[in-house]
T-cell receptor
């Protein structure tokens, strides 16, 4: 099946610094990718929709200036957590669908990135 | 986006069938019903999806009610590796790829 790869798998950073997370579709092209955040023992919360070549669409309550999303190519989207604080510590997950297939196909998820801000 | 309701947890014994229910009474006519499962500290894994007809694949079966307000994921013979959080998700029909997750069902499989 299709593979979505996230990097890094985990990261620890100091409060006030920025962290970049990469999401790559390895064997398909994705016009649209999605970023989720998941706190312990909770479900996935959609943060934003990343669109190749255009601005990301953020869900209500998600600060676009804090969570910068760039989708520069059909296989890469990045999420940058700027000026990270301990409350940003979470599990970040991306997903993508194959643009070459029908709209009703399954989504493929990355393995997630565990961010810890100290 | 379709709101889904699932039991918080379910238990099963190994080798027995498991029926995981999901209510999605507000689902739109074009939204598919997706099921994903997630192991701790991993991204979700696709299980199955469908629109109106029942669906089968190597992992599971999906039984969709005629009125589409509910569905049931069927694992025919549970194994210990099937222990996970199972999410029933509505979406993707009109909003390309956008899936909104509910709380999911924690499935415990006993040896």
């Amino acid at each position: 099946g299709a593979v979505v790869s996230q990097h890094p798998s985990w990261v620890i950073c100091k409060s006030g610094t920025s962290v970049k997370i990469e999401c790559r579709s390895l064997d398909f092209q994705a016009t649209t990718m999605f970023w989720y955040r998941q706190f312990p023992k909770q479900s996935l919360m959609l943060m934003a929709t990343s669109n190749e070549g255009s601005k990301a669409t953020y869900e209500q309550g998600v600060e676009k200036d804090k969570f910068l999303i760039n989708h520069a190519s059909l296989t890469l989207s990045t999420l940058t957590v700027t000026s990270a604080h301990p409350e940003d510590s979470s599990f970040y997950i991306c997903s993508a669908r194959d643009r070459g297939r029908q709209m009703n196909t399954e989504a493929f998820f990355g393995q997630g990135t565990r961010l810890t801000v100290v | 986006d379709a709101k889904t309701t699932q039991p918080n947890s379910m238990e099963s014994n190994e080798e027995e069938p498991v029926h995981l229910p999901c209510n999605h009474s507000t689902i739109s006519g074009t939204d598919y019903i997706h099921w994903y499962r997630q192991l701790p500290s991993q991204g979700p894994e696709y299980v199955i999806h469908g629109l109106t007809s029942n669906v089968n694949n190597r992992m599971a079966s999906l039984a969709i009610a005629e009125d589409r307000k509910s569905s049931t994921l069927i694992l025919h013979r549970a194994t210990l590796r099937d222990a996970a959080v199972y999410y029933c998700v509505g979406g993707g029909g009109t909003s390309y790829g956008k899936l909104t997750f509910g709380q999911g069902t924690i499935l415990t499989v006993h040896p």
